[in-house]
């Protein structure tokens, strides 16, 4: 059993930053990957950034040179970076977790999701 809560969103004017973060509590050694994905209004869900359980990282083109995800060794929080932030990055970030079953297969866990506004 597995719950991701995710922090850090809030309304920031273009060029600026902020840094979310996911902790996660319960079965934690489940865990393999981490991530996280944005859902714009009246927009699918999108792919953004996820780092493996060996430290290796890949990004989304959009965000590409300027998101930084990191994950503590304890797999129990993962942040994501977020520098020139742009209007179009405004979406609810979700938290995501690849968690092995007792049986060898694998489950995705969601968090709640916090906002991100952009302004221009």
């Known amino acids: 059993q597995v719950q991701l809560v995710e922090s850090g969103g809030g309304l920031v004017q273009a060029g600026g930053s902020l840094r979310l973060s996911c902790a996660a509590s319960g079965s934690i050694s489940s865990i393999n990957a981490m991530g996280w994905y944005r859902q714009a209004p009246g927009k699918q869900r999108e792919f953004v950034a996820v780092?493996?359980?060996?430290?290796?990282?890949y990004y989304a083109d959009s965000v590409k040179g300027r998101f930084t995800i990191t994950r503590d060794n304890a797999k129990s929080t993962v942040d994501l970076q977020m520098n020139s932030l742009k209007p179009e990055d405004t979406a609810v970030y979700y938290c995501n977790a690849d968690r092995v079953t007792l049986r060898g297969g694998s489950v995705q866990v969601w968090g709640q999701g916090t906002l991100v506004t952009v302004s221009s």
């Open positions: 780092i493996t359980n060996g430290g290796s990282t």
